[in-house]
């Protein structure tokens, strides 16, 4: 029975992100519920005083179905696949049903740009993704706007720069000895610490715009060289030498090739201007000071 008064937020991927937010909303009274892939991690949830459930793209389940229907606000953090949004493919009738939903919010990723040899991107520029992760992303944010489109729910895309934040810095690659400095000349990454995604999300809520889509990046994109050495520079460890892209490059995951592969700089001015946000961190050097 939900409580006069209370909000209710459900979240699909309860992963790193979604678990900053949903902490901080617990901590203000809000009802929060999610997704998770295994059950070691919903009994860690559970835990930590959210309700969560198992779910991994297969079929509806009633618990999840109860969830939604009583909810004011959904997140989704699921990534897509080959076969598209797993959440939407699931659960499309039943948020569609859900006429109590004020606010939805799509986690996607600055990757949708693509590639624009350094030139700056903002939320109306068009999308060149380069690689089936990316393509799939645009596919997923299409498929939620086509629902703000036909059910009239309230959908707003998140495009999310590289994450980090506590446990997840170059600061535990610097200090576990296995961060690398390459260099490729002119390229740069955007970056955005945890705590100010949050704040985004939450911004947006108090202030929803139906179909809206905010670029979330701090103010300054970086090459990767620099923020390696400015975070031995916090921790007085000297730099690693730098190693040229090419001689990188063979040892290189597929995903960080995907990674290397887009040069661009994320402009966040909507951010600022429509939402007011103030980034707690607004480049990489007061984010990892305060990690550091």
């Known amino acids: 029975m939900k409580k006069r008064g209370s909000r209710r937020l459900f979240v699909f991927g309860m992963g790193y992100v979604a678990t900053a937010m949903a902490t901080a909303l ?48 959904i997140l989704c ?120 995604i949050v704040s985004t999300l939450r911004a947006s809520i108090a202030s929803p715009r139906s179909g809206a889509i905010y670029n979330v990046c701090d103010n300054e994109p970086a090459s990767q060289a620099d923020v390696v050495a400015h975070a031995c520079s916090l921790l007085n460890i000297p730099p690693p030498e730098l190693i040229p892209f090419e001689k990188a490059a063979p040892g290189m995951s597929e995903l960080a090739h995907t990674f290397w592969a887009d040069n661009r700089r994320v402009s966040n001015r909507l951010l600022h201007g429509e939402l007011g946000v103030i980034l707690s961190y607004p480049t990489y050097r007061e984010g990892l000071a305060a990690l550091a």
């Open 26 to 73: 617990k901590e203000e009274g809000w009802h929060v519920a999610g997704t998770c892939r295994s059950e070691i991690r919903r009994t860690a949830l559970e835990a930590l005083g959210f309700d969560a459930s198992i779910f991994n793209g297969s079929k509806p389940t009633n618990s999840i179905e109860r969830q939604i229907g009583a909810s004011d606000y």
């Open 77 to 196: 953090s699921i990534p897509p696949d080959e076969d598209g949004d797993p959440a939407l493919a699931c659960y499309e009738d039943q948020i569609c049903e859900a006429n109590q939903i004020r606010w939805i919010g799509y986690l996607s990723t600055t990757g949708v740009y693509g590639d624009w040899g350094g030139m700056e991107v903002d939320e109306k520029s068009p999308l060149r993704p380069k690689s089936d992760r990316a393509r799939q992303r645009v596919t997923a944010e299409r498929a939620w706007l086509s629902l703000c489109q036909h059910a009239g729910h309230p959908v707003h895309l998140f495009r999310l720069a590289g994450i980090y934040g506590p446990s997840r810095s170059v600061i535990d690659r610097v200090q576990a000895g296995t961060a690398k400095r390459i260099d490729k000349a002119g390229h740069l990454f955007s970056r955005i610490h945890v705590d100010d």
